[in-house]
């Protein structure tokens, strides 16, 4: 998910760059991967751009930043990207600020704060640190409007994501031993009503509110606590709420 390129924008300011990185954020977007984007400067032209893709790549390390580091690179056919700028509409995590740092970046420009992972100030800053032997200098944009459709974009994909009970299937699957009882939990969907398959990975066709409603039924004393404390884990997660045990609700029945 980079690219390597030799480009100019039609505005060759700061918010000109920014809005070529806030069009690899919406392709990202459009490739279910959180919406951040990248583009790589060198006197004035771009170079590479990259975009999130962890979740396409299975690459922990497929940051937008990353991809538009490895694009230059390869552009330069060298690992040291001296006096280029790098425009990347969330602030880096800590991942990426330590290859900016290898990489020399002469300077980022950032669009929106994170105050969960920023390391440029958020909650770390990096960029000048004084025990590090590599520093760069880091801006964040003032443009009201970018700053606005960065945020937007950003909310508007995890709160989709909030909704989207692939998603929280996927994230349950991650956490608890699920693939053991997906068999039971397809014949209780079937028996049910519902036709399409369960899995854990492509949630079935039937709209979210059904599925609540079957799994709701499904709930009796006909099956084991154990399968019974697994589908309220599942109900609990489709109906949005936070990660649940299904194994703490186990042992929560069986202390009644």
Avoid at 52 to 70: M, Q, V, Y
Avoid at 129 to 146: C, W
Avoid at 218 to 235: F, G, M, Q, T, Y
Wanted: aromatic residues 4%; contains cysteine.
């Amino acid at each position: 998910m980079d690219k390597t390129l030799t480009a100019t924008p039609k505005s060759t300011t700061d918010a000109g760059f920014m809005a070529l990185a806030i069009e690899q954020a919406r392709l990202a977007c459009s490739e279910n991967e959180v919406p951040v984007g990248a583009v790589l400067v060198y006197e004035g032209r771009v170079i590479a751009s990259g975009r999130n893709s962890p979740i396409s790549g299975a690459d922990p390390t497929a940051h937008a930043e990353i991809n538009a580091l490895r694009a230059a690179g390869q552009h330069f056919k060298n690992y040291r990207l001296e006096n280029c700028t790098l425009y990347v509409t969330l602030e880096p995590c800590p991942m990426c600020m330590g290859a900016i740092l290898q990489a020399r970046i002469s300077q980022v420009v950032f669009c929106l704060p994170d105050p969960k992972m920023g390391a440029c100030g958020s909650v770390l800053n990096l960029a000048n640190e004084a025990r590090l032997n590599a520093h760069t200098q880091v801006s964040q944009t003032q443009d009201r409007e970018l700053h606005d459709e960065c945020k937007t974009l950003l909310q508007n994909f995890f709160r989709s994501k909030r909704r989207d009970p692939t998603l929280r299937l996927n994230e349950i699957a991650q956490l608890e031993d699920l693939p053991n009882v997906d068999k039971v939990l397809v014949d209780l969907m079937k028996r049910q009503g519902i036709t399409s398959p369960l899995h854990l990975h492509a949630y079935t066709n039937q709209p979210p509110e059904t599925m609540l409603e079957a799994l709701t039924v499904a709930i009796n004393d006909s099956i084991s606590a154990e399968v019974r404390a697994r589908i309220k884990a599942l109900h609990h997660f489709i109906a949005g709420g936070p990660a649940i045990s299904w194994k703490d609700l186990l042992q929560q029945e069986s202390a009644k």
